[in-house]
């Protein structure tokens, strides 16, 4: 089988505005091998336009640490989107 056509599963953690507009705490997905972290928050935005405003301010993690959006995803990753939130 071709390497280019293997897909892997991660789990999607999803918080403050992500989780309010998919109304679930995680999103299980199947991607292709190669995809990078930030083509999750990509996908996200196209499925629900209504999170653009988050796309310049989302910070990223996999698995329980900070990653820079290129970092490339493995099977089985645990992904965090992280948008600013507020509080007092």
Known sequence: MNAMCESIKITVKL???????YGVPELLLELPQGTEVV?????LIAEKPQLEHLRDITRFGVNL???EASTVLHDRD???????VSGG
């Open 39 to 43: 083509a999750v928050m990509e996908r």
């Open 78 to 84: 645990e992904v965090v989107l992280i948008p600013p």
């Open 15 to 21: 918080f403050a505005s992500y989780q309010e507009v």
């Open 65 to 67: 640490q900070f990653v």
